[in-house]
C-alpha cells in the first residue's frame, strides 16, 4: 500500500536543510518502522515487523535531513522485467518539501539501473504518480505474486487503492507483450503482461 505521501509531495520547500537521498542501512530499521507503524495504525498502510524489515532493507532507500529521516519507499522486484515501489512514506512535517518526488525518482532511477521495463505501484493519490510519468492500469492485470500481501490487509475484499504503472524501456515493454495486450490509441489503461500456461 502506497497511502503515506499527498499530491503536495512534489513541491520542495526553500530555506529546508538540504535533503539527502540514500539507501537504507540496518541502522535505519527502526526509524523506519515507526513511520511505516505509525500510517498502519491509522489504517493507511500494512504494518510491518522487525523481521520483516531486516528481510527487506536492501530493498529500501531512504530521504534523510540533519540526520533525521523523513521518508522511506522500496522497490521490490517481482519479475526480470517488473518491479513494485512500496512503502512509500513520509513524515507528516515534511510533506510538502519533496520528500515524495525524490524517493521515488531514486526508486525508479534504480529500476532503470536494473534494466527493468516498468514500475508499478498501489495508491491513492494518482495525481502525485502522474506527475511522475505513472499511469492507471487495470490492477487485475497485475502478477498474481503482488498481491500477496493485500491478504493481510482488513480492506482486502473492498480495496480502493488504484494501480498506476510507469514504462521505464518502451520499446523493449513493447516487444515483450503478447499479441493479445498490444495497446491500441483509444486503450486508457496499461495493459501488464501476465504468465498463461500454455
Known sequence: MISAVHEDAFVESRGAPPLTVRKAAMRDIRPILDLINDYAARGEMLPRTEFEMSEAIRDFTVVT???ELLGCGALHFYS???????????????KTHGVGRKLVEALVGEAMQYELDAVFAFTYVTGFFGKLGFQPIER??????????CLRCAK??????????RVLR?????????EI???TP????I???TFRPA
Not at 518502451?170 to 503478447?178: E, F, I, K, N, Y
Open 170 to 178: 518502451p520499446v523493449h515493454w513493447a516487444q515483450g507483450l503478447p
Open 80 to 94: 526480470p522485467t517488473l518491479a513494485e515501489i512500496r512503502s512509500l512514506a513520509v513524515r507528516e512535517q515534511a
Open 65 to 67: 535531513s540533519a540526520g
Open 186 to 189: 483509444d486503450d486508457q489503461l
Open 156 to 165: 482486502f475484499q473492498s480495496c480502493d487503492e488504484i494501480a498506476v504503472l
Open 140 to 149: 487485475g492485470a497485475l502478477p498474481l505474486k503482488a498481491w500477496r500481501d
Open 181 to 183: 495486450w498490444a495497446p
Open 191 to 193: 495493459p501488464v503482461p
